[in-house]
């Protein structure tokens, strides 16, 4: 788990369409985009709404239409170099701000709060 980020970060972007099975996956916002975004990567993903909103909020990457894999295919298959290459750029700069360092204070407010303390 400790290599994911440093393997991948030699692709151009991930890609994860979880389908809304259930209440869980249709409210998900997985590690593999925080993976993604931490290996400066595009993502492509589905548009399950948490991650659908992270995506567009740091304009990081696309969203497909539904959940199908041909919807996905083809707004990759319109994407130019330099559409992957922002969102790239888009990733380094989210990256800065989405991480346990930066968000330690929260995290640590947050469990001080759910224990009482």
Do not use: C, W
């Not at 692709?11 to 809304?20: A, C, H, R, S, T």
């Not at 209440?23 to 709404?49: D, T, V």
């Not at 346990?100 to 224990?115: G, T």
Request: aromatic fraction near 8%.
């Amino acid at each position: 788990m400790k290599n994911i980020v440093s393997f991948i970060s030699s692709y151009d972007m991930g890609v994860y369409i979880l389908e809304p099975t259930n209440f869980n996956n249709g409210m998900a916002l997985p590690n593999k985009i925080f993976e993604y975004i931490q290996a400066r990567l595009a993502a492509a993903i589905g548009p399950s709404s948490e991650m659908k909103g992270l995506t567009e909020n740091y304009n990081i990457g696309v969203v497909s239409h539904d959940f199908k894999s041909k919807s996905l295919a083809n707004i990759l298959n319109n994407l130019r170099k330099e559409d992957i290459s922002n969102f790239k750029n888009n990733s380094n700069s989210a990256a800065k701000i989405l991480n346990s360092e930066s968000n330690i204070k929260i995290i640590k407010d947050s469990v001080f709060n759910m224990i009482g303390t």
